[in-house]
């Protein structure tokens, strides 16, 4: 039974080896295939628009930093518009409750006087939000947009 075990066990080890050589096998022969494929396509990309091999090489890694300055300003832009999102559900909010104040308020009033003079402090306080937030977001604006054309002119994303 000890005997049939380590059979077993050895017939076991022995298999995985062979697969794990098989799979290594594999991968390499599968990268060295998308090697030769991309150093045609690029041969047939040189071809088709007159570039030589290192004229090539040279479009492609400036398409590629041009790439990369996209993705890290668009990383940039994608936060900011959240920012500002962000700042106009607060903006919402805070006149939800301020408004819910202002009806109780509003309840309470005894004359025409005392009730007009609320609404023009409603309005005005509204007034003042809106224009507070304003200021908030358009100085977010800015400074994501800043930030997004320092990424794009960025010179450690774009080769020479």
């Excluded at 004229?55 to 890290?72: D, H, I, K, P, Y």
């Excluded at 959240?82 to 700042?87: M, N, R």
């Amino acid at each position: 039974m000890t005997d049939a075990g380590e059979r077993a066990a050895r017939a076991s080890a022995e298999t995985m080896h062979r697969t794990a050589e098989t799979m290594g096998s594999a991968w390499r022969e599968g990268t060295e295939t998308a090697s030769r494929i991309a150093e045609r396509s690029l041969e047939h990309f040189s071809k088709v628009f007159g570039l030589s091999g290192e004229t090539a090489r040279q479009a492609v890694e400036r398409s590629s930093g041009n790439m990369r300055a996209l993705m890290a300003s668009g990383t940039v832009v994608a936060g900011g518009l959240q920012d500002l999102s962000g700042e106009l559900v607060r903006f919402a909010q805070d006149r939800f409750e301020r408004n819910f104040d202002h009806y109780e308020q509003l309840l309470e009033c005894r004359s025409i006087n005392e009730c007009m003079a609320l609404q023009m402090q409603i309005v005005r306080d509204t007034l003042e939000g809106y224009l507070e937030t304003a200021r908030r977001t358009s100085q977010l604006s800015t400074h994501v947009a800043d930030e997004a054309v320092k990424r794009m002119s960025d010179p450690s994303l774009i080769p020479a």
